[in-house]
């Protein structure tokens, strides 16, 4: 049995963040599928296993963590990879994260499950998806034009945070040459050794044609 266990789906960037700090660091790890588009995560069930009916959920040592930035520093704690060397590093890297979390994935992921799976077409309410999601992109691309990754010259839990969502620009309607520097930043990433794409790291893809 592996060690760790990650409750995901093969479309969730938030599992992806936390499925991918698993495979680069080449952790003991196995993913549990999610059927998100099935509904598992309204079941009485998946509640029992996170109370915000959310993935991903990271099972290790009679412990159960929901959230991905909790999972992503409880990982670089345990697995001694990709955390902060000081006290100004760990708050930078939090910093980040926060920023991640607030600013861009909600409106990436958002915009992407409206176009890409709810198949709304452009509305109104995309448009302003749209205009907070280039808002966040032009912040991190300013950032990284003075910084090789989120936080000094290594990556760390931020930059794995951070490029959650940005493997699937296509999905949501955005090129890199936009913005050259995450262009150069997530070709940075996924160079690292033990670099998965979502749709290969994770189960549940492609889709059933029925949904």
Known sequence: MAEYRLYCFAQSGNAYKSAL??????ADW?????????????TPEY?????????????HGG?????????????AARLGRFGGGSEGERLEILR???????KLTSYIAT???????????????TEFLRGRMKGALG????????SRFAVGERPTIADISLVG??????????????YPNIGRWTGEISALPGWVHPYELMPGHPLPATR
């Open 111 to 125: 915009l992407r499950f409206m176009l890409q799976f709810a198949k709304t077409g452009e509305t109104p309410v």
């Open 47 to 59: 509640r029992a296993v996170n109370e915000m009916g959310e993935v991903p959920v990271l099972e």
């Open 21 to 26: 700090m698993l495979a680069l660091c080449g």
């Open 139 to 146: 912040v991190l691309d300013a950032h990284l034009a003075k």
């Open 165 to 178: 969502y940005l493997y699937w620009p296509d999905e949501f309607g955005v090129s890199w040459t936009e």
């Open 63 to 75: 412990r159960r963590l929901a959230q991905s930035g909790a999972i992503l520093h409880y990982l």
């Open 30 to 42: 196995a993913p549990r599928f999610v059927d998100f588009f099935g509904g598992e995560t309204r």
């Open 96 to 102: 980040w994260i926060l920023f991640d979390n607030h």
